[in-house]
Every structure is written in C-alpha cells, then in structure tokens.
C-alpha cells in the first residue's frame, strides 16, 4: 500500500512510462497488443457491477473500529475481485504476484493476525524493508503456489488483477520492469488511505508476519467465531 502523496501522484499521472527497448522479444511483442486485450477485458464489466464497491467502501468509512474498517475494506476489494477476476488473466496456482513486495498497514496486519492466529510484529519492531528481488523472497503464507491465508489476504492482494491474455507479462525478470495491464485500483486506494487514517504504520507483509517464530494468540482464530467478535468490536 502506498502513501497519500504516491497515491495521488499516482491518481494524476498514471504509472510512468517503462523503457521496454531491453525487455525480451516475446514480452516486447505482447505489450503491442496487451493495452487493447486489457481494455476489452475491463468493457465486458457493467458499470452497475463496477460501482457494487462503493456502499462497501461508505460502511468502512462509516465504522467506528479499526477492525470494522479493514473489514469493510476487504468485502470492497473482493467486490472488485468478484467483478472483474473472471475476465482477468489470474489462475489458482498461479504465483508471480506472491513474490512482489505487498504493502500494508498496520491496522490491516493486526486484523488479518487475529483471524490466522498469529500476532504480527510491533510496528517499532519491524527492521528494515526486505530486499525482495524475483522469486527469492516469496511471501511468507506461500505454499505450493497458493495463498494459505486466502480467506484472509490483504486487499491488495484480492484486487490485483491482469488483464492481459495469459500470465506472461506477470513473470519476474530480475533487474527489468515489465508493464502489467492491472486493474485500476486507486479509488481503492485513496479510499483506504482516508478511512484507515494517513499517519498508520506501513510495512511489507513480509515485515509484519515474515518470521516464522512471530508470537502466536492465545486463542488462535477459527474464522467466522473470530470476526463475529471483530465485528462486535473486541479490538
């Protein structure tokens, strides 16, 4: 997750324009092709589907609880990733993204922690950000190419979508940038930066969760039991 500045950085100027003179023939031929495949792709969605987000977005912003919040936050981006994900690229047992760095707040890793049973570290404990170069650092929920939290992922995770026609462009090439036909997500984000507050603690879930020793719950989550007490507040 980025910060507001990047985000309306972002939100004005768009990505900025990549350098593919370097990139492999293959990958060079396809972004020929990509931009168009990308925005049939997204022209088969209603915009009546497209705005189903936006009364999750207005609950989140409307909770009293940083947990309420997140949670709202996550049913607006599976609202997203309902929307749009048949017409995308995306697979089960497809990884690529699983290796790129993954944003989130603070208030996001404690409420995922309390549904997995596992405490994430203190904010002032957290160290450096990792150095996450092609598929060395996978993220830590990683295993066998699926997200063993999936139930439970970040939001960015649910909304990260390609809409080219296959996963090639998604593959990690160390030391290059390939630009990936994704989703537009930054109302998403600009909506979660301004719900969640813009002073919250940001780190890699690869900070927050990455060591295998971090501290447990006393009484690890079973889910739905879990969020009901979520969402009666217990924070």
């Known amino acids: 997750m980025m910060n507001l500045q990047e985000a309306l950085d972002l939100w004005?100027?768009?990505?900025?324009?990549?350098?593919?003179?370097?990139?492999?023939?293959?990958?060079?031929?396809?972004?020929?092709?990509?931009?168009?495949?990308?925005?049939?792709?997204?022209?088969?969605?209603?915009?009546?589907?497209?705005?189903?987000a936006l009364p999750l977005l207005a609950n989140a912003a409307a909770s009293s609880t940083s947990g309420k919040r997140v949670f709202w936050l996550?049913?607006?981006?599976?609202?997203?990733?309902?929307?749009?994900?048949?017409?995308?690229?995306?697979?089960?047992?497809?990884?690529h993204c699983c290796h790129i760095p993954v944003k989130i707040t603070q208030a996001e890793a404690i409420y995922i922690g309390r549904q997995i049973g596992r405490r994430p570290r203190a904010a002032k404990h957290l160290g450096p950000p990792p150095s996450i170069v092609g598929y060395e650092s996978p993220c830590p929920f990683l295993a066998s190419d699926s997200c063993s939290i999936?139930?439970?992922?970040?939001?960015?995770?649910?909304?990260h979508l390609n809409f080219d026609q296959d996963d090639l462009l998604c593959r990690l090439l160390p030391g290059m940038s390939v630009p990936v036909p994704y989703l537009d997500t930054r109302l998403l984000v600009l909506?979660?930066?301004?719900?969640?507050?813009?002073?919250?603690?940001?780190?890699?879930?690869?900070?927050?969760?990455?060591?295998?020793?971090?501290?447990?719950?006393?009484?690890?989550?079973?889910?739905?039991?879990?969020?009901?007490?979520?969402?009666?507040g217990n924070e």
């Open 12 to 52: 004005q100027y768009g990505h900025q324009p990549t350098d593919t003179s370097k990139l492999p023939t293959d990958i060079q031929a396809r972004l020929e092709t990509a931009p168009e495949h990308a925005r049939a792709a997204v022209a088969r969605v209603t915009s009546e589907d497209a705005n189903r």
């Open 74 to 95: 996550h049913k607006a981006a599976q609202s997203l990733a309902d929307t749009y994900g048949t017409h995308s690229a995306c697979r089960p047992g497809c990884s």
């Open 150 to 159: 999936y139930e439970w992922r970040p939001m960015v995770c649910r909304s």
């Open 191 to 232: 909506a979660a930066i301004d719900i969640l507050g813009q002073t919250q603690p940001i780190a890699d879930i690869r900070q927050w969760f990455g060591d295998v020793g971090s501290e447990q719950h006393d009484r690890p989550s079973t889910g739905r039991t879990s969020l009901h007490k979520q969402l009666r």
